[in-house]
């Protein structure tokens, strides 16, 4: 079936009312859990082909996170569907006033390469929640996960409620050129701007899940052992290709070879002292993003790892005294390799960290409350943590989303499905009172009553 056909069956079954009803929602929430336990065989295949991941890392960081959305969903999706009551005015009195969701309609989700089952399912599984039909477009640099989620559906759902469109750039082209009621976008700034500008001819909504340079700050009153091991778990999680990943370290000068040197054990524990040779330590993509990252390195002082297997594996990496203007720190590293910068004063943090965009996420690792309080309520960022790295997204009770250059919008849990849904805001007035004063003509008592009431 074409892409216009897909998107055109679509509209007609949303139009008919029937996604509208919960029972239907939920029920195709349990059809779709139902297939992901049945295909999970397929799932981790596909992931390992695509990225090398073992299936403890696909469950964890794609299986799991999609599962316990899907669940969360379920247990909430009445409350967040309910109408709402909210304070009628006095001047409105008699009436009720309610906000109501109601799904957009056709949706389309578009999802990157780096976890391509999770960063599929879970904004699909919030805009079903929500009511919606959706239109999907795996990324092509995942072909093996593409399939199976391109087979997930198909044995889920009938295509007016759920399709998958595989392909690459000329699927998405003609795709962007529909006239969808949203736009779920994740990936690069470039696509993103895309999407943007091809959403605005329609004056399509979207929400952008982009990147950016997330600094990892460590302080001199941080538990450096602790932090070592938390790091080297975010950065190195997907081998670096995870869009909340630390992308820098920014260590205070007095702890930086204490530090490092934690670092390296923490690796070594992690990974082994081959991690090259280590079967569950995951793979670059594909060749061309090998080769730029192993062009990132090149010629320069690696104090861990550094080296590369020379098809799709690169040691996790640490580079010492990189300059601000040092391509490394142009733009998001996504891979293994861990610039280091350092500060003397914790006030220097802030202008050392926005040269940069808006980063998606900033991780914090400090004991000292009035550290926490200046840096958290200084700097812009998408979301992060205090003495962890990454799980600020593993959870389904806040929003997950970046701001300024590293995206718009949120989603997970109730996030999602606000996301994927307009509240309508509604006066129901009664007809047994009408309060003349709002009518002409007007006279000193009206005035008197409406600027009694509107104060």
């Known amino acids: 079936m074409l892409v216009e056909e897909i998107v055109n069956v679509q ?66 999706i009445k409350r967040f569907s309910a109408r709402k009551k909210v304070r009628t005015p ?26 391509p089952f999770m960063l599929t399912m879970e904004p699909v599984i919030d805009a079903l929640a929500a009511g919606n039909t959706v239109v999907i477009k795996p990324s092509a640099y995942a072909p093996e996960t593409s399939k199976v989620i391109a087979q997930l559906i198909r044995q889920c ?8 469109v595989e392909g690459g750039r000329n699927e998405n082209q003609e795709l962007l ?24 001819a329609h004056l399509t909504p979207v929400t952008l899940e982009l990147g950016g340079k997330s600094p990892c700050i460590v302080c001199d009153s941080a538990n450096l052992k602790m932090a070592a091991r938390r790091i080297v778990f975010g950065k190195y999680l997907n081998v670096g290709q995870t869009c909340v990943a ?26 082994g002292k081959e991690p090259l040779l280590n079967e569950e330590y995951g793979r670059i993509i594909n060749q061309k993003h090998f080769e730029r990252l192993t062009g990132l390195i090149r010629d320069k ?35 293994p390799i861990l610039p280091v910068l350092t500060f003397k004063d914790v006030d220097e943090v802030q202008e050392i960290v926005e040269r940069n965009p808006t980063p998606l996420a900033l991780y914090l690792f400090t004991s000292n409350k009035r550290d926490i309080r200046r840096i958290m309520n200084r700097i812009r960022f998408g979301g992060g943590c205090v003495n962890d790295t990454i799980i600020h997204l593993a ?54 009553m409406i600027k009694k009431f509107l104060k």
């Open 11 to 76: 509209k007609k079954f949303f139009r008919t009312g029937t996604t509208r009803k919960i029972e239907y929602r939920l029920n195709s929430l349990q059809i779709l859990k139902d297939g992901i336990h049945r295909m999970m065989p397929e799932i981790y295949a596909a992931l390992k082909k695509d990225l090398g991941k073992c299936e403890t890392e696909s469950y964890m960081a794609e299986v799991g996170m999609t599962l316990a959305e899907l669940s969360y969903m379920e247990k909430h």
């Open 90 to 115: 006095l001047a409105q009195f008699p009436a009720v006033s309610y906000r109501e969701p109601e799904p957009y309609g056709t949706v389309l989700i578009m999802s990157p390469w780096n976890y």
């Open 157 to 164: 759902f009938s295509v007016k409620l759920a399709a998958v």
């Open 177 to 200: 050129e529909q006239d969808f009621d949203y736009i779920f976008f994740t990936g690069g700034k470039t696509v993103g701007r895309l999407v943007m500008e091809k959403a605005s």
């Open 246 to 271: 630390p992308d820098y370290l920014l260590v205070q000068e007095s702890v930086k070879m204490p530090l490092l040197k934690h670092i390296r054990k923490e690796i070594i524990r992690q990974w």
């Open 301 to 335: 002082k690696c104090l861990i790892g550094g080296k590369d297997d020379g098809v799709d594996k690169i040691e996790p990496t640490v580079v010492d005294n990189v300059p601000m203007d040092d391509p490394l720190m142009q733009d998001e590293i996504f891979g």
């Open 395 to 448: 959870t389904s009770r806040m929003g997950f989303g970046g701001t300024g250059q590293s995206g718009m919008g949120s989603y997970h849990g109730k996030d999602g499905f606000d996301t994927f849904s307009h509240y309508k805001s509604v006066v129901d007035k009664k007809t047994w009172l009408d309060l003349p004063f709002r009518y002409h003509p007007f006279s000193p008592w009206k005035d008197k």
